[in-house]
């Protein structure tokens, strides 16, 4: 079946770095726009960041500020999020998400993983 | 940006009741706007998209309407699974999403 697969979570202190995955299965990966996602504890869902089929668009939120990128390799089914310069306010669970569109993106998210949960903390 | 509101930010309904949630945009999205259902500790999963079309395997108990800036959610008989925060989502610029909207039994 479809499925998505984050890791790469954990506890990283101010100003750090950290690369989050998120492996599909179940469908053909190069075929789909994905995007990533998170959710800060308790809050509602926040867009981050989307990718074309190919990996030749990108698009962020513009809250990023640029210190977050978005990267797949269609090779290994993998979507990948670094994220640098992280606070306290990064704090959250980050799921990674399939766009329905085939080789375009319609803009509906769906499947979406479970999330892999990134805690920036001193 | 595109801002999304949604209201009420919660509500408590009895089963079989008919439940109705508002999502305004800042501006007009035409029907490029979708539904999800969040369960406690679980995945989003989408319920409705552009605007009034339900996904496939989703109850018909589910519906949406609306367009240009104001759309509405609703649930026609209220479950006891249906319990779950709910939120919209634009796709007319980039994406964004409303603030949820948390479903609880009464």
């Known amino acids: 079946q479809v499925q998505l697969v984050e890791s790469g979570g954990g506890v990283v202190q101010p100003g750090r770095s950290l690369r989050l995955s998120c492996v599909a299965s179940?469908?053909?990966?190069?075929?789909?726009?994905m995007h990533w996602v998170r959710q800060a504890p308790g809050k509602g869902l926040e867009w981050l960041a989307v990718?074309?089929?190919?990996?030749?668009?990108?698009y962020y939120a513009d809250s990023l500020k640029g210190r977050f990128t978005i990267s797949r390799d269609n090779s290994k089914n993998t979507l990948y999020l670094q994220m640098k310069s992280l606070r306290a306010e990064d704090t959250a669970v980050y799921l990674c998400?399939?766009?329905?569109?085939?080789?375009?993106?319609?803009?509906?998210?769906?499947?979406w993983g479970q999330g892999t949960l990134v805690t920036v903390s001193s | 940006d595109i801002q999304m509101t949604q209201s009420p930010s919660s509500l408590s309904a009895s089963v079989g009741d008919r439940v109705s949630i508002t999502c305004q945009a800042s501006q007009d999205i035409s029907n490029y706007l979708n539904w999800y259902q969040q369960k406690p500790g679980k995945a989003p999963k989408l319920l409705i998209y552009d605007a009034s079309n339900l996904e496939t395997g989703v109850p018909s108990r589910f519906s949406g309407s609306g367009s240009g800036t104001d759309f509405t959610f609703t649930i026609s008989s209220l479950q006891p699974e249906d319990i779950a925060t709910y939120y919209c989502q634009q796709y007319d610029n980039l994406f964004s999403f409303g603030p949820g909207t948390k479903v609880d039994i009464k």
């Open positions: 990718i074309s089929y190919d990996g030749t668009k990108k």
């Open positions: 179940g469908f053909t990966f190069s075929n789909y726009a």
């Open positions: 998400a399939r766009d329905v569109g085939y080789t375009s993106t319609s803009g509906a998210f769906d499947p």
